[in-house]
């Protein structure tokens, strides 16, 4: 294995592990023998890729890994890797995408960009809507523990006629366990009649602002094809964003 390879497989253990890695950790995890993993270790350090604990003598980043990492993170705020993508995506799917905060209990949107084709969801900036009756709404409410959620929705479910829509609290929080365990939420013209929605959502660590993204379409066009591609999409760009931030959820995230 090369150096290069070495040095990559240490890092993304202290991404993943999120703490400091000891020679222990290194053989274990990557099975190699301590001999390898404590060279490697004690290159990178006399490099400045890691500084070692003078107490527990665990290897953390180093002054060029933190600096390179400040660097990226003062550039590249998590709203402009979010607008990059809505961009891409646009063009990839040809609907509208949404980005969209939670505002007391309503999800409120921030920015759109409109899709080509011939049918499309306008919702201008400004817009809110209870934050649970929307799959953008929903994609942020996940990101929340259950308690903050209860208090945010209380008294504001109203029951609706629309079989798909959701009714009581609980229905909500089993729709949230299951979005965070997928990673996307999904909603069938819930609140807003014909309006299908497909989303995501990332918090910046350093803000600790909860963004959602979302496509937006007619629901006569969502086909499972569509909501097959869409979703994964939306993982995608998503989980790439979050790991560039430190966003926790997308560093941990593992498909199911």
Not at 11 to 32: C, E, F, K, M, N
Not at 109 to 129: E, K
Not at 170 to 195: D, P
């Amino acid at each position: 294995m090369s150096t290069l390879s070495n040095a990559m497989q240490v890092l993304q253990l202290i991404v993943r592990l999120r703490r400091d890695i000891s020679v222990t950790d290194l053989a274990t995890q990557l099975d190699i023998p301590k001999s390898s993993a404590s060279r490697t270790l004690s290159q990178m350090s006399q490099h400045g890729f890691l500084e070692r604990d003078p107490v527990t003598r665990a290897y953390r980043p180093g002054k060029i890994i933190m600096e390179a990492s400040f660097h990226l993170r003062s550039s590249r705020s998590a709203l402009s890797l979010i607008e990059a993508q809505l961009d891409r995506l646009v063009q990839e799917t040809g609907y509208t995408l949404y980005v969209d905060l939670l505002d007391g209990a309503d999800s409120l949107v921030i920015q759109m960009r409109i899709g080509g084709g011939s049918l499309q969801v306008y919702t201008p900036p400004g817009t809110r809507l209870p934050a649970y009756s929307t799959s953008v709404g929903r994609a942020i409410l996940a990101r929340l523990d259950d308690e903050r959620v209860l208090r945010l929705v209380s008294g504001s479910m109203q029951a609706r006629a629309n079989p798909d829509a959701l009714q009581t609290p609980k229905e909500l929080l089993t729709r949230l366990a299951e979005i965070r365990r997928r990673g996307w939420s999904l909603a069938r013209g819930e609140f807003v009649a014909n309006v299908a929605g497909i989303s995501t959502s990332l918090e910046d660590p350093d803000t600790h602002q909860i963004y959602g993204l979302s496509i937006a379409l007619p629901s006569q066009d969502l086909t499972e094809s569509r909501i097959n591609d869409f979703s994964q999409a939306l993982v995608t760009a998503t989980r790439d964003i979050g790991q560039q931030i430190g966003d926790p959820y997308w560093l941990d995230f593992r498909a199911s």
